[in-house]
């Protein structure tokens, strides 16, 4: 049998798949909870960038970073976090810790070169 926390873990990422960010965030949060996992946080982090919070996406993406050891994702929507807070700097350090991970990721390559220009 499945654990609720693993259940709720997938309802989330089913709601994320459907665009519904607000309900992802809210099962991912719930499964968090009781088991912290860098992808949960990650998760939490995209839907509420989705949701244009920022602030807290950084609070969940940073976790996620920190937690994670494969987390070039999480640095990633970290960055864009800071960038739409107004963290220019700082968002290039992490799109440069992405790229030190995963030095091919094209998402953190493109928006790198997009913002030092």
Same mark, same amino acid.
């Given at each position: 049998?499945?654990?609720?926390?693993?259940?709720?873990?997938?309802? @989330?990422?089913?709601?994320? =798949?459907? +665009?519904? #960010?607000?309900? %992802?965030?809210?099962? $991912?949060?719930?499964? &968090?909870?009781?088991?912290?996992?860098?992808?949960?946080?990650?998760?939490? @982090?995209?839907?509420?960038? =989705?949701? +244009?919070? #920022?602030?807290? %996406?950084?609070?969940? $993406?940073?976790?996620? &970073?920190?937690?994670?050891?494969?987390?070039?994702?999480?640095?990633?929507?970290?960055?864009?976090?800071?960038?739409?807070?107004?963290?220019?700097e700082l968002a290039k350090i992490k799109l440069n810790q992405a790229l030190s991970i995963k030095p091919?990721?094209?998402?953190?390559?493109?928006?790198?070169?997009?913002?030092?220009?």
């Amino acid at each position: 049998m499945e654990s609720e926390e693993y259940i709720l873990y997938q309802e @989330g990422r089913n709601a994320m =798949e459907k +665009g519904d #960010f607000a309900t %992802a965030a809210e099962m $991912l949060k719930r499964s &968090a909870e009781t088991t912290p996992h860098f992808k949960t946080y990650e998760c939490i @982090g995209e839907c509420l960038l =989705e949701e +244009g919070k #920022f602030r807290e %996406a950084v609070f969940y $993406l940073s976790a996620a &970073a920190g937690l994670g050891n494969k987390s070039f994702r999480s640095y990633y929507f970290l960055a864009k976090a800071l960038l739409e807070l107004g963290n220019l700097e700082l968002a290039k350090i992490k799109l440069n810790q992405a790229l030190s991970i995963k030095p091919d990721y094209r998402s953190a390559k493109d928006l790198l070169n997009k913002i030092s220009d």
